[in-house]
């Protein structure tokens, strides 16, 4: 099943994060997907080295832009200058896509790095679709917004996460990047079911999907992207799939990074769902 | 509460360490402290890995216990303001200077500035033209490249940095205090040793002097230096042309 979403963007197959340690090997073995996602922040002060290795990669690659530090839900003012400088980049990288996390990474002009959770309410909705229109406005282009995966949840919630997602996008007409390991990791530390969660976001607003590792703790898991994907988020996906479509899907590994061939292999896996489901269908 | 509160007491307890109140905020979950632990730990152990990624050298020298405790008590004082993660671990140095000895600071001024000037703005490179007539040159005003920085520094520390990064067991020399420009040029974070001469040569030229007028200054401070400047000049603007010191 193939689910075109509203924005009529590509799906672009299989892809990889762009990581560092890989850099060489990506260069020297032209690996066969179809693209790259760069983490954004990686690249906005990077020097012409990093932009001639982005150029020789366009070439052959498509790119999606992925960010850590829009900040969609602060109650600071959007940062003037990280806006100019990533639209700068996507006017020059020209990726398919540029996405960030539903999330707040600091206010009252601090930073914590981090990708935190807000609340979801009416109040919140507002504002972040608000800020959302503000964003695409400067890109020119829609924001694709991911599903955070969290650990602590705000009593003060009257939306589910799957409903503020499906809400906000409707709200702020932007497109949804759905992490399929931070559904299955804040589904178990909420205690909701991670297929009725996948089940409440609108496939047309679909436009990617992360597959990645987490750890788990017992009472609680930590989305930690240092290991294989395990089983049950294979599981999740596979029914995420089924339930929506195929979109770009690419593996995430940030920490404990692996050989190239590892990161690929694991790729594979889900090329290997994906063509599971397309000769079920048929 | 508002939205704004709610995310203020969030970043709150990240900092403080303090969760009572964004705990009467959240759904009660098992294990709510360690929870939390995620969010607070993970934001120290983000920042601690960006500086001692910086700091190669200087965590060498200290320890790594030495090292920790340093970056700690710089954490704890000190939260991000800026979107780039890369920024956070540059004012460090600063902090070192405070709390260590000299030598640990000049480590810490030179790895500062390496990582800084690895991020810091595209210029491009001045290449005078094939046919370019010295009188030409005298009466230039050059302009040092916007990813660099001169700075006065320990030799010992710039050679227990290259023989750490050569993997050898770098040795602690005497201190010798000289000067250094620590440059991008060519996609490469580059270190160039300065003597006194070229130092006080090349400080006034990127302080906006013609290069003639440079020259005639130095030259009348002291015949050494006018000796010097007989013997070298022609050497260190090759050097400062091939290794690209300006900008256009």
């Known amino acids: 099943m193939l689910m075109r979403n509203r924005f009529e963007l590509p799906d672009l197959g299989f892809g990889l994060g762009l990581r560092a340690p890989h850099y060489d090997d990506i260069l020297r073995e032209k690996p066969e997907l179809s693209w790259f996602e760069i983490i954004s922040e990686n690249f906005l002060h990077a020097h012409a080295g990093y932009k001639d290795f982005l150029s020789e990669l366009r070439r052959d690659y498509a790119f999606v832009m992925h960010g850590v530090s829009l900040s969609i839900g602060s109650t600071d003012p959007l940062n003037k200058e990280y806006l100019t400088r990533l639209k700068a980049l996507a006017d020059f990288l020209q990726p398919a896509w540029v996405s960030d996390h539903l999330c707040f990474t600091g206010v009252l002009g601090k930073n914590t790095h981090d990708l935190l959770p807000v609340p979801y309410t009416e109040e919140a909705l507002k504002h972040i679709a608000a800020r959302v229109r503000q964003v695409q406005e400067v890109l020119e282009r829609p924001l694709v917004l991911e599903n955070p995966s969290s650990y602590v949840s705000f009593a003060g919630s009257t939306l589910s996460e799957p409903e503020f997602l499906a809400a906000l996008a409707q709200e702020a007409d932007c497109a949804l990047l759905l992490d399929v390991n931070n559904v299955y990791v804040s589904a178990f530390n909420h205690g909701i079911d991670a297929k009725s969660y996948i089940d409440t976001i609108p496939a047309d607003r679909i436009v990617q999907i992360h597959l990645a590792g987490h750890k788990d703790c017992g009472e609680y898991k930590i989305d930690t992207h240092d290991r294989e994907v395990p089983d049950a988020v294979w599981e999740l996906y596979r029914y995420t799939i089924a339930a929506k479509g195929q979109v770009s899907t690419m593996v995430e590994w940030d920490e404990n990074i692996p050989s190239f061939e590892t990161l690929y292999a694991e790729l594979q896996k889900a090329k290997t769902f994906a063509q599971r489901k397309v000769r079920e269908a048929a | ?195 006194h001469t070229e130092y006080a040569l090349l400080s006034r030229i990127i302080g906006g002097e013609p290069v003639g007028a440079a020259v005639g200054a130095i030259a009348e401070e002291s015949p050494e230096a006018c000796a010097v400047l007989a013997r070298e000049l022609q050497n260190w603007f090759a050097r400062w042309i091939s290794e690209g010191f300006f900008r256009r």
């Open chain 2, 1 to 195: 509460m508002s939205y704004a509160q709610a995310l203020h007491n969030f970043q709150q307890a990240i900092f403080s360490r303090q969760t009572e109140e964004i705990v009467s905020l959240l759904d009660a979950r098992p294990a709510l402290d360690a929870r939390m632990d995620v969010y607070i730990e993970g934001y120290r152990l983000r920042l601690a890995q960006a500086i001692a990624s910086d700091y190669p050298t200087l965590e060498h020298y200290l320890g790594a216990e030495r090292m920790g405790a340093l970056a700690m008590a710089y954490i704890e004082s000190t939260p991000p303001v800026s979107y780039t993660l890369d920024a956070y671990p540059i004012p460090f140095a600063g902090f070192v200077g405070q709390r260590e000895e000299a030598f640990a600071a000049s480590l810490a001024t030179l790895e500062s500035a390496i990582a800084e000037v690895f991020w810091m703005e595209e210029s491009e490179a001045f290449q005078p033209p094939a046919n370019f007539a010295s009188e030409h040159m005298l009466v230039l005003r050059l302009h040092l490249r916007a990813a660099a920085h001169i700075m006065e520094l320990d030799r010992a520390a710039e050679e227990y940095m290259r023989q750490f990064r050569a993997g050898e067991a770098p040795q602690r020399a005497v201190a010798d205090i000289g000067h250094m420009l620590v440059l991008r040029h060519k996609n490469e974070v580059r270190r160039h040793v300065l003597n």
